[in-house]
């Protein structure tokens, strides 16, 4: 199934004890600062915090912010023969909230200026489908962020890379997105080019028309 907004769940199993698995993740980790300078490279690569029910991190931005970083969580599994962590990969609250603001800013906007008449629906037409591009890129980048993050992981809990075939479904959910995506801009295209259509004009027959 593909959702709007992008979302990644995976399990990762290994034989290795719940302990030895926090130690491995809090070596990546640090805690939060509420600033943070883009030239202090003296850090860990992830930010966030570790205890005994799971965890929660992002990658920490090397020079400018990255808006397609995902945010992970981790659940922790423990059973007699290893350690289960449940990971759910999802754009960061705060960049989705910007996004969702700016999209309701964007269109009540352009569509006060419609109602009003001060534009006309065919030079609204592009504007209009903007969010919805951008939603496009956002969606590709973030899927590459996904496969990257995930190689991190791996490597961090279980110190191998991906495999093949995990390569392959994240590439199939990039394609399944974009389809989708791009699907719903040019329903919309297709709406605003026939909204923008004037009216068929009507003769009037004669026997109505005024002498």
Known sequence: MVHLLPRDRFVIQTSDPLQTVMERLEAQIEPPKTFRSTYDLNHAPYEGSVTQS????????VGRPNASEPYIKGRFESFSGGTVIHLTLTPHPSVLIFFGCWSIFWYGFHL????????????????????LIILVIFWISFWVEVERTRSDLFRIILRQRLTVRQQHNLMLNIRRGIIFILSIAFSCSFIADHLSQP????????IFRPR
């Open 199 to 206: 009216p068929p004009f009507h003769q009037v027959p004669e």
């Open 112 to 131: 006060l200026l419609l109602s009003s008449g001060d534009m006309e629906y065919g030079s609204a037409q592009d504007r209009l489908v903007l969010p």
């Open 54 to 61: 799971g965890f929660k991190m992002n990658r920490i931005p």
